[in-house]
């Protein structure tokens, strides 16, 4: 499992990133490198970008409750 905050830069509001780009040590980088993990992790982040822009907040402010629900809609593996 990737956590939410992976794909949050350190100090920032306005940016998110997927694949390559996240926030890992090196043991957890390896696994998250995998094609079908980094189109996971951008599927994420896109839907991730839907809910900032609807609600009007920084990345960190979304409801990941409602981004694993929508991701689980779509089909994607969430864990809890």
């Not at 990737?2 to 694949?19: Q, T």
């Not at 970008?49 to 402010?61: A, E, M, N, Q, S």
């Amino acid at each position: 499992p990737i956590p939410y905050r992976s794909l949050i830069p350190k100090d920032s509001e306005n940016i998110i990133v997927a694949g390559r780009c996240i926030a890992a040590d090196g043991q957890a980088l390896g696994p998250a490198r995998i094609m079908s993990t980094c189109m996971a992790m951008g599927q994420a982040a896109g839907n991730a970008t839907v809910l900032k822009l609807r609600d009007d907040v920084p990345y960190r402010d979304i409801d990941v409750a409602e981004l694993r629900s929508i991701l689980r809609t779509q089909g994607a593996e969430v864990d809890a």
